[in-house]
């Protein structure tokens, strides 16, 4: 945990609870980390924004060459207005764009995601050059949830359809230039390599294809029994299958990934306090009511996903087994679900908490501020503090009441 006691009791003086805290060393070694993959004839890192668009985080980004992946129009706006040159940017969304003509107009890189897409961007940018997404017929990710490839999944152009893919874009004279796969948040290492040589196979059919993009999705251990994916070990494995796609058919592949996970996962975490205490007896369960829950980190409740917490207690406590909860009217705003089984309730092993305590929930950098059930219950938006230099600065205020009700119409 990058954060000190001291500077937890700091943030909840300044700013209140609860509220993000972002790390500038952890989310640049990160970068350094991801930039250093290991690739044969040339390499783009993408962010994958839609993991945290907070526009300080895009800016750090940005100065360290990164390029960005946009999953929707809106994505793409934020990511021009936090700097980087339209060329830098590559839309990949589920929604047919509704700025076709003049993404493209502008140099922003487009990403067809299903025949529609590909059909809608002939039509709209005759004679120019596409990415196709395909799924490859293969998925993996940390649950159902948060898996995009196979069958089950609705993510890009099935690959039995590569045929389809190839006449419409004949038919508008567009050239596929480039080629996409992403197969799942979490994704086994066995299974990424797997598909990242099914992808190669597919490049093999698409003799315009120069950029292959294998997308992200490495897992990334928040908790101590997790384990992340090593860039490097499956970077290396990637390289060689480059260097044998050149071999076989005299072409040199430029290589993009596009994580979002493990860039700012571990860089960021919730200060928050505990509230209440309440158990329910000896067959019971104790619980921390947490003022931070769904609405902040939102990842437990959907789909059982682990974060680290800690009470921070000023002096010695015993141990205790407690199941921590946010303070929504939901029986589901559980941050301790069993991994197994979000519906069930797993207690961990802390400092038994007490009412007034800072806790720190972990790991809360990637899809925590940007997947929030915002408003829920009418909790106002947590702030959003980056930790720099020894320094803690406001990157994104609280909500204010009024913020929260600007958009009702009066009669
Ligand atoms: C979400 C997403 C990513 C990033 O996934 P992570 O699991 O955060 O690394 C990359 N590419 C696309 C197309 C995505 O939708």
Redesign the pocket.
């Known amino acids: 945990m990058f954060l000190t006691n001291t500077t937890a009791t700091q943030v909840r003086e300044r700013f209140g609870t609860p509220c993000f805290v972002y790390d500038r060393s952890t989310l640049e070694s990160s970068a350094r980390n991801a930039l250093a993959f290991p690739n044969a004839f040339g390499f783009t890192l993408r962010f994958?924004m839609?993991?945290n668009p907070n526009h300080a985080i895009l800016k750090l980004f940005l100065d360290l060459g990164l390029h960005i992946?946009a999953?929707s129009d809106h994505e793409v706006e934020r990511a021009l207005r936090a700097g980087f040159a339209p060329a830098k940017i590559q839309l990949?969304s589920q929604a047919p764009s509704k700025n076709l003509a003049a993404h493209i107009e502008r140099g922003v890189l487009y990403n067809a995601c299903s025949l529609l897409q590909l059909e809608n961007f002939g039509k709209a940018c005759p004679g120019r050059e596409v990415s196709i997404r395909i799924n490859a017929g293969l998925g993996s990710g940390s649950t159902n949830r948060t898996n995009v490839g196979g069958p089950g999944s609705s993510f890009g152009i099935w690959h039995e359809r590569l045929g389809e893919a190839r006449d419409l874009a004949a038919k508008h004279g567009v050239k596929i230039t480039r080629l996409h796969s992403?197969i799942g948040?979490?994704t086994d290492p066995v299974v990424w390599k797997r598909v990242a040589r099914m992808s190669l196979g597919i490049a093999g059919q698409l003799p315009d294809v120069k950029v292959l993009n294998l997308?992200?999705?490495?897992k990334v251990a928040r908790m101590p029994n997790e384990k992340s994916t090593d860039l490097q070990d499956i970077g290396e494995n990637v390289r060689q299958e480059f260097m044998e796609f050149r071999q076989r058919t005299g072409r040199a592949l430029h290589l993009e990934i596009?994580?979002?996970?493990?860039l700012v996962a571990n860089a960021g975490c919730v200060v928050a306090s505990v509230i209440d205490v309440v158990d329910t007896g000896k067959g019971g369960y104790l619980f921390a009511k947490l003022d931070t829950g769904m609405n902040e980190v939102t990842r437990p409740s959907l789909y059982g996903a682990q974060h680290p917490i800690d009470v921070l207690a000023a002096e010695e406590r015993p141990s205790a087994k407690v199941v921590f909860v946010g303070p929504c009217c939901e029986s589901g705003d559980i941050l301790t679900p069993a991994p197994s089984d979000p519906e069930a309730l797993a207690p961990r092993d802390v400092p038994r908490p007490k009412t007034g305590d800072l806790a720190v929930v972990g790991g809360a950098g990637?899809y925590c501020a940007a997947m929030s059930t915002l408003n829920y219950n009418s909790y106002p938006q947590a702030p959003e503090v980056m930790h720099e230099n020894g320094a803690l600065r406001l990157v994104r205020k609280r909500q204010t009441f009024e913020q929260m009700l600007a958009n009702e119409c009066s009669e």
């Not at 997308?215 to 490495?218: K, R, S």
């Not at 596009?258 to 493990?262: K, R």
């Open positions: 994958a839609k993991s992946d999953s990949t992403h948040s979490g997308g992200g999705g490495f596009e994580p979002g996970t493990a990637a």
